[in-house]
């Protein structure tokens, strides 16, 4: 889609996505590494925002409130909800603390109420910890989880066969939307003159680490 690869362009001209080898949590030597910290001015930031909200729409998935788990998720529910505002849907959104306020509101929630189908934005899904602490929070108020929406699928192994993404996937029944995947990116490296050199190694990864094309 037009948006994964502008997503992608917007994510090396900054700097979040690089190429070389670098080490990843499980041990593994990746040759390419993302971090979506580096999205970290005005307008880069809204960019990416109106990419979530580009994949939620090509998604078509049906929701009624979005949330964001502190602390990644805060900025990016409150960006995406103003992206979606601009073009005609207006969602509730809402966030948590990771601490409970014991004055003025009090609680851990801040925003609209958690209610009917819910929409969690993170940025990427490395081991379902997240989402799991969102699911529960979500139930705590009686409302239901909706998606998933993330930055970018590595649709990479975890301990198993599936992908944290696809354990997400089969533990709670609800889709996980990427605004890019592995896939996307090497279609993106195998059209780029400047960066195709690094296609053959994001490759090889993949054959060694990846899962099935889940598109």
Same mark, same amino acid.
Request: hydrophobic share 45%.
């Given at each position: 889609?037009?948006?994964?690869?502008?997503?992608?362009?917007?994510?090396?001209?900054?700097?979040?996505?690089?190429?070389?080898?670098?080490?990843?949590?499980?041990?593994?030597?990746?040759?390419?590494?993302?971090?979506?910290?580096?999205?970290?001015?005005?307008?880069?930031?809204?960019?990416?925002? #109106?990419?979530?909200?580009?994949?939620?729409?090509?998604?078509?998935?049906?929701?009624?409130?979005?949330?964001?788990?502190?602390?990644? #998720?805060?900025?990016?529910?409150?960006?995406?909800?103003?992206? *979606?505002?601009?073009?005609?849907?207006?969602?509730?959104?809402?966030?948590?603390?990771?601490?409970?306020?014991?004055?003025?509101?009090?609680?851990?929630?801040?925003?609209?109420?958690?209610? #009917?189908?819910?929409?969690? *934005?993170?940025?990427?899904?490395?081991?379902?910890?997240?989402?799991?602490?969102?699911?529960?929070?979500?139930?705590?108020? #009686?409302?239901?989880?909706?998606?998933?929406?993330?930055?970018?699928?590595?649709?990479?192994?975890?301990?198993?066969?599936?992908?944290?993404?696809?354990?997400?996937?089969?533990?709670?029944?609800?889709?996980?939307?990427?605004?890019?995947?592995?896939?996307? *990116?090497?279609?993106? *490296?195998?059209?780029?003159?400047?960066?195709?050199?690094?296609?053959?190694?994001?490759?090889?990864?993949?054959?060694?680490?990846?899962?099935?094309?889940?598109?």
């Amino acid at each position: 889609m037009d948006f994964s690869r502008d997503f992608l362009a917007l994510a090396v001209a900054k700097g979040v996505l690089r190429f070389g080898e670098f080490k990843t949590k499980a041990g593994r030597l990746s040759p390419y590494f993302f971090n979506s910290a580096l999205f970290d001015d005005g307008a880069s930031f809204g960019q990416l925002c #109106g990419y979530y909200a580009d994949a939620i729409a090509a998604s078509g998935l049906g929701f009624d409130t979005l949330f964001g788990p502190a602390y990644k #998720g805060i900025p990016l529910v409150a960006g995406t909800a103003m992206k *979606l505002a601009e073009r005609g849907q207006n969602p509730p959104f809402c966030f948590n603390r990771k601490e409970a306020k014991d004055h003025g509101e009090g609680g851990t929630l801040v925003g609209a109420p958690l209610k #009917g189908r819910v929409l969690v *934005l993170d940025d990427v899904i490395s081991a379902g910890t997240s989402v799991r602490e969102s699911v529960e929070i979500i139930r705590s108020q #009686g409302a239901q989880l909706a998606g998933v929406v993330i930055a970018l699928d590595r649709m990479e192994r975890g301990t198993g066969e599936l992908s944290a993404v696809q354990e997400v996937q089969a533990n709670f029944g609800v889709p996980v939307i990427a605004v890019a995947t592995l896939t996307d *990116l090497i279609a993106y *490296l195998g059209s780029s003159a400047e960066l195709g050199a690094h296609l053959e190694s994001v490759q090889a990864y993949r054959h060694q680490w990846g899962i099935g094309d889940a598109r």
